[in-house]
């Protein structure tokens, strides 16, 4: 279901140098959303910038009616969100796109974050705890270096495993989340294993291919495509996807309408 909601701001977090936790009130968000869902927020009350900017949903409170977004401020839209005040509304669309399947069967579950990947995932792993208790999830979350990784004390929280890795060897494990992903799958996590990641493409297309090698039971990721409309009228945010009943080896797919959440056996990377 989306619709559209003016949402007061709670409060603005800086978590991390540019990395911004916004707080804001609406019911009907935070008791529909699904992990993985996105939102398509104005970050103005002008009609500059034209376009909303598309945000995953991060964490919700229903019995609260609270949700919460995540983001790096990378251009002018995240600039101007970040400083709209507490009390200030904006208006928001949402939930759009299709989520995680958390699978509907025990299994072993692992996490794969990189940098602000962590994002949609935080929610993911509140709801892989709620359904299937938080002793089978695992989390694996990297970044460049200590400040880039994000979610961490958020993760352990839930009392999950959590494994972290920096490229600098800054903290945690030294080297990619891929390599230590690689690493655990080699030795042995668990049965029925699935895998859920999101983060930059490269990392992702690293995971699905240690994924298939690993033959795991499944391996859902998040694309971060850049996104116009946000309702799959604009087809800006095409992908690459293969599909048996196309009668093609591939066909595009809208992520903000088909995904943004697909199996990883089904992207074409590139």
């Given at each position: 279901?989306?619709?559209?909601?003016?949402?007061?701001?709670?409060?603005?977090?800086?978590?991390?140098?540019?990395?911004?936790?916004?707080?804001?009130?609406?019911?009907?968000?935070?008791?529909?959303?699904?992990?993985?869902?996105?939102?398509?927020?104005?970050?103005?009350?002008?009609?500059?910038?034209?376009?909303?900017?598309?945000?995953?949903?991060?964490?919700?409170?229903?019995?609260?009616?609270?949700?919460?977004?995540?983001?790096?401020?990378?251009?002018?839209?995240?600039?101007?969100?970040?400083?709209?005040?507490?009390?200030?509304?904006?208006?928001?669309?949402?939930?759009?796109?299709?989520?995680?399947?958390?699978?509907?069967?025990?299994?072993?579950?692992?996490?794969?974050?990189?940098?602000?990947?962590?994002?949609?995932?935080?929610?993911?792993?509140?709801?892989?705890?709620?359904?299937?208790?938080?002793?089978?999830?695992?989390?694996?979350?990297?970044?460049?270096?200590?400040?880039?990784?994000?979610?961490?004390?958020?993760?352990?929280?839930?009392?999950?495993?959590?494994?972290?890795?920096?490229?600098?060897?800054?903290?945690?494990?030294?080297?990619?989340?891929?390599?230590?992903?690689?690493?655990?799958?080699?030795?042995?996590?668990?049965?029925?294993?699935?895998?859920?990641?999101?983060?930059p493409h490269p990392?992702?297309?690293?995971?699905?291919?240690?994924?298939?090698?690993?033959?795991?039971?499944?391996?859902?990721?998040?694309?971060?495509?850049?996104?116009?409309?946000?309702i799959g009228v604009?087809?800006?945010?095409?992908?690459?996807?293969?599909?048996?009943?196309?009668?093609?080896?591939?066909?595009?797919?809208?992520?903000?309408?088909?995904?943004?959440?697909?199996?990883?056996?089904?992207?074409?990377?590139?």
């Amino acid at each position: 279901m989306k619709s559209v909601y003016d949402c007061e701001i709670i409060d603005q977090t800086e978590i991390s140098p540019e990395v911004f936790r916004t707080r804001l009130i609406g019911p009907e968000i935070a008791r529909e959303a699904i992990a993985g869902q996105f939102l398509n927020v104005q970050v103005s009350r002008t009609m500059d910038p034209l376009l909303r900017r598309p945000f995953s949903v991060h964490a919700v409170d229903p019995a609260n009616g609270i949700f919460s977004l995540l983001y790096v401020v990378v251009g002018r839209g995240t600039e101007l969100l970040k400083h709209i005040p507490a009390g200030e509304k904006v208006s928001v669309v949402g939930p759009l796109g299709r989520g995680f399947d958390l699978g509907d069967a025990p299994a072993t579950h692992i996490v794969v974050a990189g940098g602000c990947g962590a994002a949609p995932l935080h929610f993911l792993c509140d709801a892989l705890c709620a359904k299937w208790g938080c002793e089978s999830v695992t989390v694996m979350t990297g970044g460049r270096t200590k400040n880039a990784v994000l979610c961490e004390a958020e993760f352990r929280s839930h009392g999950v495993e959590v494994d972290v890795t920096t490229d600098d060897g800054s903290y945690g494990h030294r080297g990619f989340v891929t390599q230590h992903l690689e690493k655990r799958l080699r030795e042995g996590i668990g049965s029925d294993v699935r895998v859920y990641s999101c983060g930059p493409h490269p990392m992702m297309r690293e995971v699905a291919r240690i994924c298939r090698e690993a033959k795991v039971s499944s391996c859902q990721v998040s694309l971060e495509n850049n996104m116009a409309c946000g309702i799959g009228v604009c087809m800006g945010c095409v992908q690459k996807v293969r599909r048996a009943e196309s009668g093609a080896d591939w066909h595009y797919e809208r992520v903000c309408k088909d995904g943004p959440v697909f199996n990883a056996e089904d992207i074409v990377w590139e």
